[in-house]
């Protein structure tokens, strides 16, 4: 069964839209195409207008004519390179965690603001999307509750202010799923076009990058001086990585995977050249750029065998060895380079130049969001309380099937599995972010195989981007495909060069 997508669905003879609940009571996701009975559309016709029904953000009076956001927006974005947070971190002290705080307090709605007002420059049928809706409410609850919370005085103050910054980056874990499946949802509608869209994306991300880095640097801090320890690294976002662990970490991920898809078949082996290369990387985006990458390589290595070898029986099958995976790994003082080769088949030139854009056809794109469908706990209705301008009363948007907390719980049991898998051990990883903080992207890692989500080599491409890294394919159709990483050493070469994202 097709999952349709959540958003707006135009009458073009009335110019209006569908929202999401009307949509859910008629029950267009679970029957075959044809027009609802009329006495459910005259049950629901009070749902039918250009805003959405549930929304407290969406409509008139908040999208276009909302003074406070302007003020906020017309304000500058801090300037913040990693070599500004290590350095301020060499020694600590109460007044220092009390100055981050308040930067901390001041510039997330800027950077907040900023992003609600790119947000409503946008075409209003594709903010008006449910899932971009959503990350639309998310971002101006936050906004709100920074722009409100009370200067911080002491480290009691401190302490309270690094909880609810806890909770803030716990509620917006939904807003990844929601950008990505928003992202195929107007792919299906052709609301935007692909380079506007793509351009979209990458801003949105970009974004995301900087406001969490900043917001979990600050727990960083705090954390630290709570243990009387200083010092000129940025704390627990990045780790001291080994190039060929980390390799052969994901790789093992995505084996445990495959012996359950293919108990029958030899599996290709991966082949790790060169000399190991140590360098400094959030784990979160190295394992999820690895993961994505090698999941597309022994997808394509194990698909292109067995079409070669369809003649074969199944026990003439489980003698055949794949070709192997071979990953290249080279560095120097700056840079650390990965080229991932492997003998898949390769793809056409008109399918290469496409798979770093986030639009896809609509009929791929309805592929990839069945793939969403199918992710296990992954629930998305909304659930933001949201403060009506007017009347000071907090509305609860009712949740249509469900909680978000189904989604929450998901991510805590899938990086559960993914921590026990990559042997987390180590004292400083176990007291550190990478094991305390949840992350949709390291949840990501652990679905299943053969779930193939369409916008996670587009996504891999901004990371890498946004940390001065480069990600490139080359591919020979008929053969297979060669995909050259480089990720800049953030270290004392290149902290001073990597700046967080104003907006």
Not at 27 to 45: E, F, G, V, Y
Not at 127 to 132: I, K
Not at 164 to 169: A, Q, R, V
Not at 403 to 418: D, G
Request: proline share 5%.
């Amino acid at each position: 069964m097709e999952a349709r997508p959540y958003g707006v669905v135009f009458l073009h003879n009335q110019n209006l839209s569908l929202d999401l609940e009307l949509k859910h009571s008629l029950n267009l996701s679970q029957r075959p195409i044809h027009m609802p009975k009329l006495s459910t559309i005259a049950d629901n016709i009070f749902r039918l207008g250009p805003y959405p029904e549930y929304s407290m953000l969406l409509n008139k009076y908040h999208f276009y004519q909302n003074s406070m956001l302007l003020h906020w927006a017309e304000r500058n974005a801090h300037p913040v390179t990693l070599k500004h947070l290590a350095n301020y971190g060499k020694t600590l002290n109460k007044d220092k965690i009390i100055m981050s705080a308040n930067f901390v307090r001041n510039e997330i709605p800027v950077r907040l603001a900023l992003r609600i007002k790119s947000l409503q420059k946008l075409p209003f049928d594709v903010v008006n999307n449910f899932h971009f809706a959503q990350v639309y409410e998310c971002y101006y609850h936050c906004f709100n509750s920074f722009r409100k919370y009370s200067r911080i005085d002491n480290l009691e103050e401190n302490d309270k202010f690094c909880e609810f910054i806890k909770d803030t980056l716990d509620e917006h874990l939904t807003v990844l799923p929601h950008l990505m499946m928003g992202a195929l949802e107007n792919s299906i509608l052709n609301s935007l076009p692909q380079k506007e869209l793509d351009e979209f994306m990458s801003s949105m991300l970009r974004s995301r990058v900087s406001r969490r880095v900043i917001l979990e640097e600050h727990i960083s801090l705090t954390t630290r001086f709570q243990k009387n320890k200083s010092s000129d690294s940025l704390g627990d976002l990045f780790s001291e990585c080994s190039a060929f662990e980390q390799l052969e970490i994901c790789t093992g991920i995505l084996i445990n995977y495959l012996r359950g898809l293919y108990p029958n078949l030899q599996l290709p082996e991966l082949i790790i050249e060169g000399e190991d290369a140590k360098f400094p990387f959030m784990l979160s985006h190295l394992h999820f750029i690895f993961g994505e990458i090698l999941r597309n390589s022994y997808k394509a290595v194990i698909t292109n065998c067995l079409r070669i070898n369809d003649h074969l029986g199944e026990d003439q099958l489980s003698k055949i060895k794949p070709p192997p995976i071979v990953v290249s790994v080279a560095n120097n003082a700056k840079d650390v380079v990965f080229r991932f080769s492997d003998q898949g088949g390769g793809m056409p030139k008109e399918v290469l130049q496409d798979i770093w854009s986030f639009g896809k056809s609509p009929k791929k794109a309805q592929v990839y969001l069945n793939t969403f469908h199918s992710l296990p706990g992954l629930d998305l209705n909304p659930h933001f309380q949201v403060k009506d301008s007017f009347s000071g009363q907090h509305k609860k948007q009712p949740p249509l099937d469900g909680s978000a907390n189904a989604l929450l719980k998901n991510i805590t049991h899938m990086e559960e599995i993914v921590t026990q898998r990559m042997g987390i051990q180590d004292k400083e990883s176990q007291e550190g972010l990478y094991s305390r903080k949840k992350s949709f992207m390291r949840s990501l890692i652990a679905r299943p195989f053969d779930l193939t989500l369409g916008v996670s080599l587009p996504m891999c491409k901004v990371y890498t981007d946004y940390w001065n890294g480069d990600l490139r394919m080359h591919s020979l159709e008929g053969y297979g495909s060669d995909t050259y990483l480089r990720l800049s050493k953030l270290g004392s070469f290149n902290s001073d060069k990597v700046q967080l994202d104003r907006a």
